[in-house]
C-alpha cells in the first residue's frame, strides 16, 4: 500500500481541519466531534460498551476519547445503509461515477487537510501521507472510471431464445480496516462498493478512527444517498456486530492473520463471501548483478514506509553473496540517513510507531534478534527527538539486522516496524525455495539485470504482488492481495469489481415451453 512515484509532484490546497480544533504543529489538536457517522451526519453512538483515548503517535499525547458502538449502534447503522442501498442500486453506472468524480475531486482539494489530519493519528510523515490522499483519490476516480461501464453479457440460445446476464451489487458491504493506512483502506474499500452499486457501513481500527468519518462526509457532500456510507467505531466486539448481522452482505477485512481467521469463520456462519488482506513477511531478492544503488533505494521503500507498518514489505532481504558486503554497507549508510522526527515537518521521512505497546514489540523483536545471533548494524533502539514536545512520541531508529538465519524470529514473524533482516543466499534454486519456506504470500520482490532470471523468480515466487527492480509501488489499476494465509480476493484494479458484484443469469423463451412431462 503504498507509493506511486508520479505521485511525489502533485501539489495541495490547504485549509483548517473542519470539526477539529488544531493548529498545524503538533501540540494543539483536539477532537471536538462525535466520529460515528449514520444516515448523513455525524452521531453519537446510541449503545456501547467503553471508551477509549486516542492518542497523537508524535507526542504521546491525548486527543480525544470516543466509545465504541455496539450492537443496536451497528445495527442502526446497517438499516440506515440499507435504506440508501434502495436508492443508490438503482442508478446507472453513469449516475454513480459523477458522483465519485465529485468526491475525488473534494478529496484532492482537501488533500493537505486531510494529510494532516492522517499524520495526527497515525503519526506517518506528512510527505507519506500526502502521498496517501493522492491515491485515495485517484481510487475514487478509477473506480468512477469503471462504473459506467459496467455491465453483462448477451447469449443467443436455440430457437431464437436468449438470455442475459446483469450484473449486480450485493447490498450492505462491511469494510473493517487496520491502522497503518487509515484513509487509503476506506477509499479502496469504498470506491470499488459504491461503484458497483453497493451500500458500506465501514469499522476504522480504534487507533485512527479519526479521517474516515470525513470521507463519510464528503460522500455525503459530493451527492449519496443519507446513509450510504455509515461509520461505526470501536474494536473487536463492535467488529464481530457488523460481520454477524443478518443484512451484511459481504465483508472486506483488512488486518492480521489471526483476527482474519475469525472474520472468515463469522462470515461462513452467514455464507458471506469475504475480502482477507492480511499480513505478510514478504521477500526481496537481490542478485550480484543488480544495480546496487536502486537495490539499496529498493530495499528502503521495501522496510522504512509508514515506520515499517507496511502489509507488503520486503522485511527478509535475501543477498546473493559476492555483494553482501558492498550491499550491507550502503544500506546501512542510507538508513542512518533517514531523518526520524516530528511527522509534521516537510523533510522528515520517518515519524512515529502507532502506540506504546506496539513500539515496546517491535523493539523486543530487535532485542530477540540479537539474543538468537543477530547483528544489529544500526538502529534498534528508541529515540527521543531534540524537541521537548515529542519526548513522549513513540518513537525507533530505524533498523537493519545482519547475521540472520532463516530460522530466527525476526525472519519468520511479521514484526510490522522499521526492522529489515538481511539472509546471504547463493543460488537462484537456493534463494526461490528460502523466499517461499513462509505461511504468507503478499509480496515479494527481485532487483537483477538478467531479464530472464527476473520472470523465472517472480514466476516461482507464491506472493499476490511482485516487484521486479522497484518494491512498494501500487498504482490504483493494478489488483492488489494476497496468497496463501496473506488473505484472498483483491482490492483495486478491475479485479475488485468481482468482489463486490454478483451475476444474475437471465434466460428469455422466444417459441412455447417444451415440456418433459
Ligand atoms: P488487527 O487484525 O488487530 O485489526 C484490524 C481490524 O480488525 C481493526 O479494525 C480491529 O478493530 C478489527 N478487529 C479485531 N478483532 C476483530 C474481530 N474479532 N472481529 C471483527 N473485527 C475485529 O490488525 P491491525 O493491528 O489493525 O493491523 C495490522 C495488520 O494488518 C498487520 O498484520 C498487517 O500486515 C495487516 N495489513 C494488511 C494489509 C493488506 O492489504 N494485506 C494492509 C494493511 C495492514
Redesign the pocket.
Known amino acids: 500500500?503504498l507509493l506511486n512515484p508520479s505521485l511525489f509532484l502533485l501539489c495541495g490546497f490547504s485549509r483548517g481541519l473542519r470539526g477539529m480544533a488544531m493548529s498545524t504543529a503538533t501540540g494543539t489538536f483536539q477532537l471536538d466531534q462525535p466520529l460515528n457517522y449514520r444516515g448523513g451526519a455525524r452521531v453519537h453512538p446510541e449503545d456501547g460498551d467503553h471508551s477509549e483515548v486516542i492518542y497523537e503517535p508524535a507526542t504521546g499525547r491525548e486527543i480525544g476519547k470516543f466509545l465504541f458502538s455496539g450492537e443496536k449502534e451497528v445495527d442502526l447503522a446497517v438499516q440506515s445503509a440499507q435504506a440508501a442501498f434502495k436508492i443508490w442500486s438503482q442508478k446507472s453506472g453513469m449516475e454513480r461515477s459523477s458522483i465519485l468524480l465529485e468526491a475525488a475531486r473534494i478529496i484532492r482539494e482537501r488533500r493537505e487537510e486531510i494529510a494532516t489530519m492522517e499524520t495526527i493519528n497515525n503519526g506517518k510523515s506528512i510527505f507519506e501521507a500526502r502521498v496517501d490522499i493522492d491515491i485515495s483519490w485517484q481510487t475514487l476516480q478509477y473506480f468512477a472510471g469503471l462504473a459506467g461501464s459496467l455491465a453483462g453479457q448477451h447469449v443467443q440460445l436455440p430457437g431464437g431464445s436468449f438470455a442475459y446476464t446483469r450484473r449486480e451489487p450485493l447490498g450492505v458491504c462491511a469494510g473493517?480496516?487496520?491502522?497503518?493506512?487509515p484513509f487509503q483502506?476506506a477509499c479502496w474499500k469504498s470506491a470499488p462498493a459504491l461503484a458497483c452499486g453497493n451500500a458500506m457501513v465501514f469499522?476504522?481500527?480504534?487507533?485512527t478512527p479519526i479521517s474516515v468519518v470525513t470521507l463519510a462526509e464528503i460522500y455525503n457532500e459530493a451527492g449519496v444517498p443519507k446513509g450510504l456510507f455509515n461509520v461505526v467505531q470501536?474494536?473487536?466486539a463492535?467488529?464481530?456486530f457488523?460481520?454477524k448481522h443478518p443484512n451484511v452482505a459481504k465483508v472486506s477485512?483488512?488486518?492480521?492473520?489471526?483476527?482474519?481467521m475469525?472474520?472468515m469463520e463469522?462470515a461462513a456462519k452467514g455464507v458471506k463471501p469475504v475480502t482477507l488482506?492480511?499480513?505478510?513477511k514478504s521477500p526481496l531478492i537481490i542478485f550480484s548483478d543488480c544495480v546496487l544503488e536502486n537495490a539499496v533505494k529498493g530495499a528502503l521503500m521495501a522496510n522504512f514506509l509508514t515506520q515499517g507498518?507496511?502489509?507488503?514489505n520486503g522485511t527478509r532481504v535475501f543477498v546473493q553473496r559476492e555483494i553482501l558486503q558492498a550491499f550491507t554497507k550502503e544500506v546501512v549508510k542510507a538508513t542512518q540517513k533517514i531523518k526520524v522526527g516530528d511527522p509534521l515537518l516537510e523533510d522528515t521521512r520517518m515519524g512515529a510507531l502507532i502506540n506504546k505497546p506496539h513500539l515496546e514489540k517491535v523493539l523486543s523483536f530487535v532485542k530477540q534478534a540479537k539474543e538468537q545471533g543477530a547483528q544489529v548494524l544500526c538502529g534498534g533502539e528508541p529515540y527521543v527527538p531534540d524537541d521537548p514536545k515529542l519526548s513522549n512520541g513513540f518513537y525507533m531508529s530505524p533498523c537493519v539486522l545482519g547475521g540472520c538465519t532463516d530460522s530466527m524470529t525476526c525472519v519468520k514473524e511479521?514484526i510490522?516496524g522499521p526492522v529489515m533482516s538481511i539472509l546471504p543466499f547463493d543460488t537462484e534454486e537456493e534463494v526461490l525455495e528460502r523466499a517461499n519456506n513462509t505461511r504468507f504470500g503478499?509480496a515479494g520482490g527481485v532487483f537483477t539485470r538478467d531479464i530472464q532470471r527476473a520472470h523465472r523468480v517472480v514466476a516461482g515466487l507464491q506472493a499476490g504482488m511482485c516487484f521486479i527492480n522497484n518494491y512498494n509501488i501500487s498504482p490504483v489499476e493494478l489488483p492488489?492481495?494476497?496468497y496463501k494465509m496473506?488473505?484472498f480476493g483483491r482490492?483495486n484494479g478491475e479485479a475488485a469489481i468481482e468482489y463486490y458484484s454478483q451475476l444474475k443469469t437471465v434466460c428469455i423463451e422466444m417459441g412455447n415451453v417444451e415440456s418433459v412431462f
Not at 203 to 207: D, I
Not at 277 to 280: I, K, M, N, T
Request: hydrophobic share 35%.
Open positions: 500500500m473493517i480496516g487496520a491502522w497503518n493506512y483502506i469499522k476504522p481500527s480504534p487507533f470501536g474494536g473487536a463492535t467488529g464481530q457488523l460481520c477485512f483488512t488486518g492480521s492473520v489471526p483476527t482474519g475469525k472474520i463469522m488482506e492480511l499480513g505478510g507498518e507496511v502489509c507488503s511479521e510490522f503478499l492488489f492481495g494476497g496473506s488473505g482490492e
